[in-house]
Nanobody, 122 residues
Framework: QVQLVESGGGLVHPGGSLRIACATTDNTFSRYVMSWFRQAPGKDKVFVSAITPSGETTDYADDVKGRFVISRDQAKNTVYLQMNSLKLEDTAVYFC???????????????WGQGTQVTVSA
């Protein structure tokens, strides 16, 4: 069982930046694709970004491309999502997820964190 713990959420103004993190104590972290999803109130959980085990390949949803950057630190068993130029519509609970294959659908991921709230508000 891989346990994932998100941190770093909070309140930020439009145009601001925030970095969220997802850490695990599991020593198999480097085997997993790590992804971020988000869920806005009343909406489904949707894909935001993913990074392959080596970190060489990343993927982004169209609405965050050019604004968000995903990265991973293998030594710290942590994946990050740097969010820049934040918009009101980025407000959501952000979840990290892990699995052995890259996918963009929640059903493709076996392991999930509890989520961290990101609120963009003036």
């Amino acid at each position: 069982q891989v346990q994932l713990v998100e941190s770093g959420g909070g309140l930020v103004h439009p145009g601001g930046s925030l970095r969220i993190a997802c850490a695990t104590t599991d020593n198999t972290f480097s085997r997993y694709v790590m992804s971020w999803f988000r869920q806005a109130p009343g909406k489904d959980k949707v894909f935001v970004s993913a990074i392959t085990p080596s970190g060489e390949t990343t993927d982004y949803a169209d609405d965050v491309k050019g604004r968000f950057v995903i990265s991973r630190d293998q030594a710290k068993n942590t994946v990050y999502l740097q969010m820049n130029s934040l918009k009101l519509e980025d407000t959501a609970v952000y979840f990290c997820a892990a699995d052995l294959q890259l996918g963009i659908w929640p059903r493709e991921y076996k392991y999930w964190g509890q989520g961290t709230q990101v609120t963009v508000s003036a």
